[in-house]
Every structure is written in C-alpha cells, then in structure tokens.
C-alpha cells in the first residue's frame, strides 16, 4: 500500500481478506482445513448433476489432482461418499454422509451468517448482493465459470398447476424434472436467465 489515503475498494478489499482470515482460523480449529469446508459446504448446497468431482473442481477453481487430494480426505473421515453413477460407470456421485451433515450443522461460517443478519434484512440484502456481484465480476476476471441457483437459470422451467398435481420443475439443458428443493440448490451449468 501506498501513503495516499486508502479508497473504499482498498477498504473493503482488506476487510474482505480479514474476514476470510478470521473464518479460516475457525475452520483449522475443527480439524478441518478451509478448502474441506469449502468442499462440504458446496456437496451440501449443490444439485446431484453437480456433486462430482469435476463439478467441485469447478467450484472451488481447484485442479482435479487438488480435488481428488480434498474428496480422500473428507472420505477417510467419514465426511463424504462416493457412487459410480449408474449412467457413466466412469463418473462418481459424491454426497454427505450423516456425519457430515451432522458436521455441517457445526459450520463455523454459521457465525458469520448470524452476525450479517443481525445487522437487519435490508443490509444484509446489499450485502449479499454486493458480494454476489463482486464475486461474478472476479470469477468472469479469471475465467472462472460462475455457479448460480438452479432457479436462476435460462435452462430453468418453472412447474405449473396446483397441488397435488403440480408439474415438476424442469432442467431443459438435461431434459430432467427437478423437485422443488432442487431449484434452490447449485448447479455447475447455471447459465444465468
């Protein structure tokens, strides 16, 4: 940094380091590192086409040979298991196990979410929209593709009718039917609407 009065990105963008420094002192204190939360974290929020290992690579923008490194791990503990999908027998399935949703339950970023809603639902709306923004400009900057909330997609059918005969949610990229709570879920093809 320079002697010139700081500017509020310079600001933000050390409050923002500090934070994540904070947290991941948290996270080693679980015996867990930061990019295994970061891991559980995305296996507990993604859809089940995007809870591969590709699909964590992507998030995470890991390499695949870091990925295979963190999903051992996380499976020696206990954390997390794997399938061969029935479609591809090359492909795996990955998903929590109940200890590691259990775990999930125990998140230290929970605290952080408490203490951004405590500041009241209008700013923690900014917030949250401003880090979403900030997030998609950075990812876009390095290439990165952005992950998004199945509902928020142009591939994403809204069901139509009354329960109880309520038409399924449908991806139209994979031609599949998705359950209500699939379209608040991850999705490594989100391509925003």
């Known amino acids: 940094m320079s002697d010139l009065p700081a500017s ?35 296996l507990a929020r993604a859809n089940r086409f995007s ?8 998030y995470l923008g890991a390499t695949k040979g870091t990925v295979s490194q963190t999903v051992a791990a996380l499976r020696r503990k ?15 399935r990955l998903r929590l196990t109940a200890a590691g949703r259990q775990l999930m339950a125990r998140d230290p970023l929970l605290g952080f979410a408490l203490a951004i809603d405590s500041q009241g639902t209008q700013s923690a709306d900014c917030l949250r929209e401003a880090l979403a923004r900030l997030l998609g400009a950075l990812q876009r900057q390095n290439g990165l593709r952005p992950f998004g ?7 994403f059918g809204r069901g139509e009718g009354a329960e109880p005969v ?13 359950a209500e709570f699939e379209a608040g ?3 490594s093809e989100q391509d925003a609407a």
């Open 8 to 42: 509020a990105g310079d600001e933000a963008a050390e409050y923002i380091e500090r934070l994540g420094r904070l947290l991941a002192s948290r996270e080693h204190a679980a015996g867990l590192n930061p990019s295994q939360w970061e891991a559980l974290r995305f």
């Open 51 to 58: 809870r591969t290992p590709s699909g964590l690579a992507l």
């Open 78 to 92: 206990g954390l997390v298991e794997a399938e061969r999908s029935s479609a591809d027998k090359r492909s795996l």
């Open 149 to 155: 909330l199945c509902r928020t997609c142009r591939h």
């Open 166 to 178: 309520r038409r399924p949610h449908r991806c139209r990229l994979l031609e599949v039917d998705l």
């Open 185 to 187: 879920q991850l999705c």
